[in-house]
């Protein structure tokens, strides 16, 4: 008997160590073919509107050309309502980096996911607490700003204006270990990041949302 118990025991210690190290991160792919592109939300757990409109995605099927959806890149930081989670690093500076906490694992499950689909575009959403201004904080004051590369394929120079043109001040992407500036380097996929501002309500960041979604869809003939 007291053997059997310790055999139990013992698996129940390798499950919860398995379940400790493993990252899982939760993807799903609607429509299918040419082109594909990726939409991730949540690499920051308290920037809401992006999560709720890449769930909203999943229930949406497009005719031509398929969308690869990270809805939750953070879970457990969304599940806390924080921008990341006390025993982890921000995921958003670890991306391409040597390290072993969970943002560090997390952040190399998402770079599989994403060299595995090989998208020819990569939307990021995330939210700062309040409008641009050049002359503030950048950690708090970077709402309504489009990131991207430098080296951005110049294929997607209108599609990145016509984003300015509703109303996103263009910024180049520069620090390290972001998801924007290391996908872009290491994998050479361009990816503009969104950031919307918690100064507007939630219903219009979901608007906004939503005209750069249309933007995205119209110039890749998405549909
Ligand atoms: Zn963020």
């Known amino acids: 008997m007291k053997k059997k118990l310790l055999i139990i025991y013992f698996f129940v210690n390798i499950i919860t160590v398995f379940s400790m190290n493993t990252e899982k991160i939760e993807y799903f792919i609607i429509g299918n073919g040419n082109p594909k592109i990726v939409i991730t939300a949540g690499i920051h757990g308290n920037e809401i509107s992006g999560i709720i409109k890449v769930k909203e995605l999943k229930k949406y099927t497009p005719k031509n050309g398929s969308i690869l959806l990270i809805p939750e890149a953070n879970k457990e930081a969304i599940q806390n309502n924080t921008r990341t989670e006390y025993y982890m690093d921000d995921l958003n500076r670890v991306f391409f980096k ?64 016509d984003i300015v043109n509703l109303g996103f001040t263009p910024i180049v992407s520069s620090m390290d270990g972001t998801f924007n500036k290391e996908i872009s380097d290491n994998l050479h996929i361009p990816v503009l990041t969104i950031e919307l501002s918690k100064d507007e309500s939630l219903s219009e960041r979901s608007d906004k949302l939503d005209l750069i979604l249309n933007s995205v869809y119209d110039y890749l003939e998405i549909k």
Do not use: C
């Open 98 to 161: 040597k390290g072993d906490n969970r943002a560090h694992k997390k952040a190399r499950e998402i770079v599989k996911i994403i060299k595995n689909y090989n998208p020819i575009l990569i939307l990021d959403l995330h939210e700062s607490p309040h409008n641009y201004d050049e002359n503030k904080d950048p950690n708090l004051y970077m709402g309504n700003t489009v990131i991207f590369n430098e080296n951005m394929p110049s294929d997607f120079h209108i599609l990145t204006l």
